[in-house]
């Protein structure tokens, strides 16, 4: 029988939880460490792949991505062993994409190319801002230089690379944005992330932003010319934008997010890793323990560490519409329907292709960019009543 995750693939997503410092804005599990025995946590990773693996026997593994935290402090030899390992576990299709997220201020030639060695063939470097007074104010360790130099290693080490940057940030202009944006497209290869910056809770930006101590922010006006010039500079330089925060040239799109993003399975390794896999034809949402230390003396003596929540097709179908609309190419109705049990309005459908906020063609919903500026109300506004 064919199950709904099969319509967007089997990823598997492994958190390494540590970092040189912790930046203003992260509101990911991340930590500060000055001393990481690398080899209790191969075992754990390891041990993790093997336990997964078991339950589920028999899939292709599209893609793998080593996210954090800074995975490319990871030593070479930890990642070459912990995808030896998920290749005896899993079948690996033909064309697996195996991305590591790096710092520039981690970047090293020698490095890379172990990394590359191991398996890894692609890269997402954190690169956020081309000026150095903002690196700073976001509590990056690099220079405009260093990360100039890492997109270059990533360029001769690796087939396909990309780097994110943070948009509307203090005290930035549409002028600033767009030289800045302009710049980034001439070094950047066939994939790029574009954030706007959001202020969370829990960060140290959220608790200045409480105190009224960040100042210089945009309004929401200057923001949304920032995301229209943003889609300007990149369609005509050829990056496509299919993903509201992301853009890449034809077939260079990320495979592994794209499993997210359109509801496939996808299992997380590593202190406070999500996944979402369908099991015995039910689908869950699993959440590891966060703490590192509590994670690794968990699976390191045999015990649980990630909680399951079963799903429901409610539930499962506001994750396909929040996560699809995302998305370009959307939603198709039909599959929502087979999730949800529940159609969506035709209504509140119409309501919005009225406002010009989505598109409707072929049993397919899509956010206009009119409506990819307002995400979260034009969702809202499709959500069912009961959720």
Not at 169 to 190: F, K, M, N, V, Y
Not at 275 to 287: F, I, N, Q
Request: overall charge negative; glycine content about 8%; proline content about 3%.
């Amino acid at each position: 029988m064919v199950e709904d995750w099969q319509a967007g693939g089997f990823g598997l997503y492994i958190h390494w939880p540590f970092c040189q410092s912790k930046c203003p804005y992260c509101d990911f599990n991340s930590h500060v460490s000055n001393a990481i025995d690398q080899d209790q946590w191969k075992a754990a990773y390891l041990s993790e792949v093997r336990r997964i693996g078991q339950i589920t026997q028999g899939r292709t593994l599209q893609s793998i991505f080593f996210g954090g935290g800074t995975p490319s402090l990871m030593d070479p030899g930890l990642v070459a062993s912990i995808l030896e390992t998920v290749h005896e576990t899993w079948q690996p299709a033909n064309d697996i994409e195996i991305t590591m997220e790096a710092n520039p201020s981690s970047v090293e030639a020698g490095r890379f190319k172990a990394y590359r060695n191991a398996g890894v063939n692609r890269v997402s470097i954190g690169v956020q801002a081309l000026n150095d007074l903002d690196l700073r104010r976001l509590g990056r360790l690099h220079s405009v230089a260093e990360a100039k130099a890492a997109i270059e290693i990533a360029r001769n080490t690796f087939d396909r690379f990309s780097f994110d940057l943070i948009y509307a940030r203090q005290d930035q202009s549409l002028t600033d944005w767009r030289a800045e944006l302009s710049e980034a497209i001439t070094i950047a290869g066939d994939h790029l992330s574009l954030y706007q910056l959001t202020i969370e809770d829990g960060t140290a930006f959220g608790d200045r932003f409480r105190r009224g101590l960040l100042r210089g922010l945009p309004n929401d006006d200057l923001s949304a010319d920032m995301y229209l010039v943003t889609q300007e500079l990149t369609e005509a330089a050829g990056f496509r934008s299919y993903e509201v925060s992301n853009y890449a040239r034809n077939g260079q799109e990320s495979r592994h997010n794209t499993i997210y993003w359109n509801a496939g399975d996808y299992a997380g390794i590593g202190p406070g890793a999500h996944g979402r896999l369908t099991l015995s034809g039910k689908r869950y949402a699993t959440e590891a323990a966060s703490n590192p230390a509590l994670w690794l003396s968990s699976v390191l003596k045999g015990e649980g560490v990630e909680k399951h929540d079963f799903l429901s097709g409610p539930e499962q179908g506001l994750e396909y519409l929040m996560m699809g609309l995302r998305r370009d190419v959307g939603i198709d109705l039909d599959r929502y329907d087979r999730i949800c049990s529940v159609a969506l309005e035709t209504e509140r459908i119409t309501k919005l292709q009225d406002l010009g906020m989505i598109e409707l063609s072929n049993r397919h919903l899509v956010a206009t960019t009119k409506g990819r500026l307002l995400l979260n109300s034009v969702i809202e506004e499709l959500m069912p009543a009961n959720l």
